[in-house]
């Protein structure tokens, strides 16, 4: 069946250093999503990827997405405290989404 | 604008019990979502509703049933609950098929004793 694996599951890092978190598809994917799920919250809609070799940058964040629409990645550039949550990508096929298991990060002061 | 809005936020449940979760979506979106959320398993589908009248089972359905009600409501059951599901829900609603944003409730705390 569709696997979306992400990596790492917990990341924690000291306030300006860089973060990144991968996704990786079993199978080609339509679109790829990110989200972001504050501690205690819900997630968030980030951003939508649909192109293959896709680059969006929001602020300090940059996404991609693979040039086989199998995989994607989230890079965060000097993380601040505001940026603790989890992360998930959701991989989307047809009317499903797939979600990751969701990188933790946390940022000590 | 509410969004998705889910019933109740917490509830303590002893094994054998049943309940309901309820939940709205106030968006007019066609397609209704639960997932659970465990500690390093991420977000699971139960069940999903593509559509007002239809509802299919997602990656996790046993223990449970939904009740598509109309176009805004979708309802989560638990007719004999286990220890197993202690866990947090999220509903969840979009447009439809074609990629667009999910957009979550707040999420609902269940603790089966």
């Known amino acids: 069946g569709q696997q979306v694996m992400q990596i790492p599951q917990y990341q924690h890092v000291q306030e300006g250093e860089d973060f990144t978190t991968y996704c990786n598809s079993s199978t080609t994917l339509s679109n790829i999503q990110w989200y972001k799920q504050r501690p205690g919250g819900h997630p968030v809609f980030l951003i939508q990827l649909v192109k293959s070799g896709e680059v969006k940058k929001q602020k300090r964040l940059t996404f991609q997405f693979g040039e086989a629409k199998k995989n994607s990645s989230l890079h965060i550039t000097a993380t601040q405290t505001t940026d603790v949550g989890t992360y998930f990508c959701?991989?989307?096929?047809?009317?499903?989404?797939?979600f990751g298991t969701g990188t933790s990060l946390t940022v000590i002061p | 604008n509410a969004g998705v809005t889910q019933t109740p936020k917490f509830q303590v449940l002893k094994t054998g019990q049943s309940m309901t979760l309820q939940c709205a979506q106030d968006m007019n979106h066609n397609s209704m979502y639960w997932y659970r959320q465990d500690p390093g398993m991420g977000l699971r589908l139960i069940y999903y509703?593509?559509?007002?009248?239809?509802?299919d089972k997602g990656e996790v359905p046993n223990g449970y049933n939904v009740s598509r009600l109309n176009k805004r409501e979708f309802s989560l059951r638990l007719e004999s609950a286990a220890p197993s599901q202690t866990s947090v829900y999220f509903c969840a609603s979009r447009v439809g098929i074609s990629g667009n944003t999910i957009y979550f409730g707040e999420g609902s705390w269940l603790t089966v004793v």
């Open positions: 509703s593509a559509s007002e009248g239809t509802t």
């Open positions: 959701a991989g989307i096929k047809g009317n499903q989404f797939y």
